[in-house]
């Protein structure tokens, strides 16, 4: 490929852009974004130059598209009205069962392969996109069908994404979504609920003042405004309610165990699982 | 004071003691724990000698009860067998009613003084013991009436507590628990349930592959043991089950939240909270 046009050039965009220079990519990386950040995006020396979508498209021999989750839905008619025969689109979408659907129906077989680099920071933007994000980091493929894997732009890319550190896995769409809720979704819900409960304690000032480092970890997630929350939360709804009702379950469950001093089976389990997602 | 006894010589009296060293503190220091403890702590350089319960506080100016809060209370007749007049008992356990009202019945006024340093570590023991641990940190000092903070040996330990880079803070017992049920004994329940069910899902090894930064903060008080943790939520078993109960009905709240895409106030208010939890 020779020219990689980044659809939303904020800390995921604006990261792969610099993780494929630093790569060894020298073809042309064009940008589509508001003014104001493709500005800032040339002056960080994240993109060649700015364009519109239409332009940028047109050009692309990959498109990357790295816009919330409702926006990319939103611009694949138009992605697909100026996309090269031969080219290929991809997406960083938090989700991925509403965002292949729209796709299936956008592209032709074997032009768009959906993707999540499961990356990220409390900041946003491109003022801390930086070329080591992906480095050691799990990089989802969701393909539609197998074939969609097969094509020399989807063994292309997928070659990138291995060059810029990454691991690559494949999952289908629906897959993606249920261990995304679980491993991401889940735990930002629960890290905000957290928050949210303890800013309305009766003391909650002393709450803070006697915090130590593991409220702090607990709060972490919490952190994130509400930003790109809304999509994944809308297309991950049907999962995240059937997975909140779950923890409910289990958070009654300990409470009836702390109740009768029956807590020991609890911290055997949770400690194994955080163990072993340690390695 | 000339002589402390710190009985059970594990991460936070290991700790204690080399903090009280590295402050300036010249007297002898003698250790209360297992043989193999006492021979380790000896080696490190922890306490000058190890000793019996009994001998310890018989020679001691500052008893400093750093055991499980069972054993913390199970001791205390004992302590105050031997105790020297003058002299000042102190603890460091987790909770702090039970252990309070415990010593308000085995010591004269004025000998004891509850403390709760809020700090630790994911290991235990007087191996990864430190002089450094409590700098910076909170440290819970809970009178059963404001004269217990008023006699000189409460001062002279306020003081060493300040020397060693602690930030003192005064509550009443049973607003210290409240408020440590809140910022630390929650989130541990709440982590704990996350990874014991994150353990049982039916895409297990998919979750931990996929799992980012933000779940391994989640489940990182998930990897405590049970351990001491038993006596706390038996000693704030009550306060307990009452922030399970409104934490679970917050949950309620935002998945009813979820189900409708009105989330933006939760996020808002989460995110308040954590950034004020980190100043």
Redesign the interface.
């Known amino acids: 490929m020779r020219t990689v046009a980044i659809c939303g050039v904020g800390l995921i965009g604006g990261s792969f852009a610099l993780a494929l220079r630093r790569a060894g990519f020298d073809g042309r990386i064009a940008g589509v974004s508001s003014e104001k950040t493709l500005r800032r995006a040339r002056e960080q020396g994240v993109i060649d130059e700015g364009l519109s979508l239409a332009e940028a498209v047109r050009a692309a021999d990959l498109v990357y598209l790295a816009q919330p989750v409702s926006v990319i839905i939103g611009c694949m008619e138009q992605v697909a009205a100026h996309l090269k025969d031969g080219a290929l689109v991809t997406d960083a979408g938090s989700t991925k069962a509403a965002i292949v659907e729209a796709a299936t129906r956008c592209f032709p077989p074997g032009a768009f392969l959906g993707g999540h680099p499961?990356?990220?920071k409390a900041e946003r933007g491109v003022a801390v996109a930086e070329a080591g994000l992906f480095e050691g980091?799990?990089y989802?493929f969701t393909p539609s069908q197998p074939s969609d894997l097969e094509g020399a732009r989807a063994r292309e890319l997928a070659g990138w994404v291995e060059r810029i550190g990454a691991r690559t896995?494949v999952?289908d769409p629906q897959?993606h979504d249920?261990?995304?809720g679980?491993?991401?979704h889940?735990?930002?819900?629960?890290?905000?609920?957290?928050?949210?409960?303890?800013?309305?304690?009766p003391?909650?000032e002393?709450?803070?003042?006697?915090?130590?480092?593991?409220?702090?970890?607990?709060?972490?997630?919490?952190?994130?405004?509400?930003g790109l929350?809304?999509d994944i939360?809308?297309t991950n709804?049907a999962e995240?309610?059937r997975l909140?009702?779950?923890?409910?379950g289990?958070?009654?469950e300990?409470?009836r165990a702390?109740?009768s001093?029956d807590?020991?089976g609890?911290?055997?389990?949770?400690?194994?699982?955080?163990?072993?997602?340690?390695g």
Do not use: C, K, N
């Open positions: 499961m990356a990220g980091r799990p989802i896995m999952m897959q249920r261990v995304a679980a491993a991401s889940l735990p930002q819900l629960v890290s905000t609920a957290l928050a949210a409960m303890l800013a309305g304690h003391e909650s002393a709450v803070r003042a006697a915090a130590g480092p593991g409220l702090q970890d607990m709060t972490r997630l919490a952190l994130s405004e509400e929350w809304g939360l809308a709804r995240l309610i909140l009702v779950e923890y409910e289990r958070l009654a300990l409470r702390v109740g001093g807590t020991a609890w911290f055997e389990l949770g400690s194994r699982f955080a163990r072993l997602l340690r």
